[in-house]
């Protein structure tokens, strides 16, 4: 959205076909590549391309060309028109000042194509001029007001000077007067009401032939030198078909005569029973669709399915595949470690982590970064679950009770500080692969039974209730909360009655 003090133009138009349907295309309203408003402290650039909706309108909001302060100004909007269907698309400027806030193209684009391009404005009638000048009342009010009252009768003019008298002619002797003649016959009537002529005839009853139409007479139908008919079945007849077509009646099929029955072998193709493959009509197998080195399908939107699109991996930085991860809830390279005391994870709390998937994925393990776990043989009273709940609530996966988990830390070439601290992550299994469609999940941690110092967990620390996770607009989605009083994972969760105000576990998914 514009700055409020940038004063704006908003510019309308509808393209229909001359039966009244509505054009698809587009129209860009182009202006100088960058303009500048040092007041609003913005810069703005590149044209404004508004597609045609469903009924061949558009609506666009940009700014005036005349608005005040802007770098650079005397500039005007060139207007291109991207109409499908039609043949020549038009492209001219317009000024879009701000006194007048709403513009119809059809009031002020060229009508000829063939027009040179030119800047449209309209100026002020002179009605409108008057009002700005004080006038009061209405169009016709003004018009009466325009005539003004009858002036006075001017003097009379001095006489002008008499003209000269023309030369007298000969007068000759006149003759005899002449017997009256014979009366001459009546003429024929003239053309009638308000034809005067028709094909260049001017008689009272106009007889036309078809010379005098430039149409063929109905005595060339059929004969030499004119046109052929057509018989009651709509075709020529063999009488007026050329000798060298046969007179309409065939002699011979492939040389067969009589009542000819042809086969496939005797026009060159394959039986019924033959089958072609797609290799042989130059086409690809149905099984092509959505397989290796094959076609790309499209799903019910038209579109390409994530699943067939390439991994889009950022070059030259760390992902959860790096370090053998299939996603995680934060990069854990970019969390403080925190100062204080180990935090021990609170027995029958469900820790949830925030996990983005943005192509099909399978994954088999649920991982939490620990901080201090030295194994189930060392501490056998422990139990755990884990699992998967999409951004509905609904739990897509669990690993069920876990009563054995192995220790932190123990992965060949840990360095001895982690490994004798028990510190690294810590898969727990799912009872089956899960494979997840490109969505937001929550990745689950619980501990349903132990001791309250038996699992220290590495956190994301945080001020309650202020975790920083929780950063969102739109659909909400807590990235990291709890729910306490949990003795096993239960199939729905529900964010919005969740503790957001606790430190948030650190987990990924993984898929061993």
């Not at 650079?72 to 020549?88: H, K, N, R």
């Not at 409108?128 to 006075?152: C, K, N």
């Not at 053309?191 to 078809?210: I, K, R, Y």
């Not at 607009?473 to 807590?478: D, I, K, R, V």
Request: aromatic residues 6%; charged residues 10%; hydrophobic residues 45%.
């Amino acid at each position: 959205m514009l700055p409020e003090n940038i004063p704006t133009v908003t510019v309308t138009a509808r393209y229909l076909t001359p039966d009244g349907r509505p054009l698809s295309g587009s129209v860009t309203l182009r202006a100088p590549a960058v303009l500048t408003f040092p007041d609003s402290d913005v810069i703005l650039g590149g044209p404004v391309v508004a597609a045609l909706d469903a009924t061949g309108a558009i609506s666009v909001t940009v700014p005036a060309t005349d608005a005040p302060g802007m770098d650079p100004d005397g500039w005007a909007y060139v207007i291109t028109e991207q109409l499908a269907g039609v043949p020549s698309n038009r492209s001219y400027a317009v000024l879009l000042p701000a006194e007048h806030p709403d513009v119809d193209l059809a009031d002020i684009a060229p009508t000829d194509p063939g027009k040179p391009n030119y800047v449209a404005v309209r100026g002020d009638s002179a009605y409108e001029v008057a009002v700005e000048q004080g006038f009061v009342g209405t169009v016709q009010q003004w018009l009466v007001s325009l005539v003004g009252p009858t002036g006075a009768t001017g003097a009379t003019g001095a006489p002008g000077a008499k003209g000269a008298t023309g030369a007298t002619g000969a007068t000759g002797a006149t003759g005899a007067k002449g017997d009256p003649g014979a009366p001459g016959t009546n003429g024929k009537d003239g053309a009638p009401g308000l034809v005067q002529s028709v094909n260049g005839q001017s008689v009272a009853a106009v007889v036309l032939d078809a010379d005098d139409v430039g149409a063929i007479p109905t005595s060339a139908a059929g004969a030499a030198g004119g046109v052929a008919q057509l018989d009651g079945s709509g075709k020529v007849p063999a009488a007026q078909l050329p000798t060298s077509s046969g007179g309409g009646a065939v002699t011979s099929v492939n040389t067969q005569t009589g009542d000819v029955v042809l086969a496939a072998a005797d026009v060159g193709a394959a039986t019924a029973a033959h089958t072609h493959t797609a290799a042989q009509v130059g086409a690809l197998a149905t099984t092509a669709r959505a397989a290796a080195n094959g076609v790309a399908s499209l799903d019910s939107t038209t579109r390409i399915p994530a699943a067939q699109l390439p991994t889009t991996t950022p070059r030259n930085v760390w992902t959860p595949q790096s370090l053998g991860f299939a996603a995680w809830s934060v990069d854990p390279a970019h969390v403080a470690n925190p100062t204080t005391a180990p935090k021990a994870a609170v027995i029958q709390r469900l820790y949830m982590s925030g996990v983005n998937i943005t192509e099909s994925t399978q994954v088999n393990r649920v991982v939490i970064f620990a901080r201090g776990w030295a194994g189930s043989t060392a501490v056998p009273a422990a139990r755990f679950y884990v699992g998967i709940y999409n951004e509905a609530g609904t739990r897509v996966a669990t690993s069920g009770l876990v009563s054995s988990v192995a220790e932190a830390g123990q992965i060949t070439g840990t360095a001895p500080g982690a490994a004798t601290n028990h510190i690294g992550a810590v898969p727990i299994a799912l009872t089956a692969t899960a494979t997840l469609a490109p969505g937001r999940y929550w990745a689950a941690f619980l501990m349903s039974a132990g001791a309250a110092t038996d699992f220290y967990y590495m956190h994301v620390q945080n001020e309650s209730p202020s975790a920083p996770a929780n950063f969102y607009m739109g659909t909400t989605f807590q990235r990291a909360w709890c729910l306490n009083s949990q003795t096993s994972l239960p199939a729905t969760v529900n964010q919005a009655v969740g503790e957001v105000g606790l430190d948030p576990a650190i987990m990924a998914l993984a898929m061993v």
